[in-house]
């Protein structure tokens, strides 16, 4: 059975620029890394529609629940060879005010000590040149198509936004 995962890319507009939040994920293994570390929040998923699978991803990996007009994005698949839904949103929240749920693993692996960790660390809004340098390469193209989103859209003066 196919892996799959669902999630948001929430992004807003800050004068001229465009910027989208991502997170970067808790844990021992991802503790030393930045560039090409951060994500989208989303989470797998079985027996759920992919939108539902992504708002609920999204209020769980930062505390915020969040509406509006959801645009879908090409799925992607990630190098370990899972597919990822995802949708664009329009949004705003306090990227430092985030509560992640948690998760428990053994650490040191076969050490027999079990820790608890929130599956976001942190979350962060940045521009879309800094976010491509931030995000999982497979994930670069979900910037890419909303990027093409952004500009195709009028803007309210019929200029691209």
Not at 57 to 80: M, N, R, S, Y
Not at 81 to 91: E, L, P
Not at 134 to 155: G, T
Request: charged share 30%; hydrophobic share 35%.
């Amino acid at each position: 059975m196919e892996r799959k995962s669902a999630g948001l890319l929430m992004y807003h507009r800050r004068g001229r620029d465009v910027e989208v939040l991502l997170i970067h994920p808790g844990g021992p293994f991802w503790a030393g890394k930045d560039e090409g570390a951060w994500c989208i929040p989303k989470g797998e998923f079985t027996n759920e529609e992919p939108l539902d699978a992504a708002r609920r991803e999204f209020q769980e990996e930062t505390g915020f629940p969040v509406t509006g007009d959801f645009q879908p994005l090409t799925p992607i698949k990630q190098a370990g060879g899972k597919r990822v839904y995802a949708w664009a949103v329009a949004g705003d929240c306090d990227a430092e005010a985030i509560r992640s749920n948690t998760f428990t693993v053994e650490w040191p692996p076969h050490s027999g000590r079990w820790k608890t960790y929130p599956e976001a660390d942190r979350a962060a809004w940045f521009s879309l040149p800094r976010a491509r340098e931030k995000i999982l390469k497979s994930q670069q193209p979900f910037l890419d198509e909303l990027e093409r989103l952004l500009q195709e859209r009028p803007a309210p003066h019929g200029k691209p936004v």
